[in-house]
Antibody, heavy 118, light 105 residues
Framework: QVQLKESGPGLVQPSQTLSLTCTVSGFSLTSNSVHWVRQPPGKGLEWVGAIWSGGSTDYNSALKSRLSISRDTSKSQVFLKMNSLQTEDTAIYFC????????????WGPGTMVTVSS | DIQMTQSPASLSASLGETVTIECRASEDIYNGLAWYQQKPGKSPQLLIYNANSLHTGVPSRFSGSGSGTQYSLKINSLQSEDVASYFCQQYYDLTFGSGTKLEIK
């Protein structure tokens, strides 16, 4: 069955770089796209960025200068790197799957909490 | 960017009631809209896609409708397990509505 799971450090210092991994199973990264969505504590959902099935990427315009998403198809993993972290980047980070033509998110990982604090 | 305005922000209803949540887009999104349910401490779960298509396994008491810039999610015969936050999401720049927190009266 389709599964996604996020992993990464729970705590990052301000101005440092966040590195997260999304490991997927039950589908191929060359058939579906994977997105990152984040949710600050008690707040709403914010789309962060995506790597499409063809390998191209798109990023939230507000985060674009600090963000990079890549993948290793042989390991079924997608990577998020975000630099210059600030306290407002504290959030639960989810990876989620979409199709290639209708961009709704049909499967989600459980999420990983990232706290930016010294 | 397309703005999504979701209302109400919170809602309290009795068991068995019908509730409606709305999302308005700042421009026509041509039915490119999904609805999600998020229970406390859990990841969002897809309920409706393409404005009115029910995702696999979702109870039929959930339904979506709308067109153009106006969309709604209706929950018939409210159950205790429907206590959650609900979010709309449009496909064009992938933005979400601000959410509706649903409680039982």
């Amino acid at each position: 069955q389709v599964q996604l799971k996020e992993s990464g450090p729970g705590l990052v210092q301000p101005s440092q770089t966040l590195s997260l991994t999304c490991t997927v199973s039950g589908f191929s990264l060359t058939s579906n796209s994977v997105h990152w969505v984040r949710q600050p504590p008690g707040k709403g959902l914010e789309w962060v960025g995506a790597i499409w099935s063809g390998g191209s990427t798109d990023y939230n315009s507000a985060l674009k200068s600090r963000l990079s998403i890549s993948r290793d198809t042989s390991k079924s993993q997608v990577f998020l790197k975000m630099n210059s972290l600030q306290t407002e980047d504290t959030a639960i980070y989810f990876c989620t799957r979409s199709g290639n033509y209708d961009w709704y998110f049909d499967f989600w990982g459980p999420g990983t909490m990232v706290t930016v604090s010294s | 960017d397309i703005q999504m305005t979701q209302s109400p922000a919170s809602l309290s209803a009795s068991l068995g009631e019908t509730v409606t949540i709305e999302c308005r887009a700042s421009e026509d999104i041509y039915n490119g809209l999904a609805w999600y349910q998020q229970k406390p401490g859990k990841s969002p779960q897809l309920l409706i896609y393409n404005a009115n298509s029910l995702h696999t396994g979702v109870p039929s008491r959930f339904s979506g409708s709308g067109s153009g810039t106006q969309y709604s999610l209706k929950i018939n015969s409210l159950q205790s397990e429907d206590v959650a936050s609900y979010f709309c999401q449009q496909y064009y720049d992938l933005t979400f509505g601000s959410g509706t927190k649903l409680e039982i009266k």
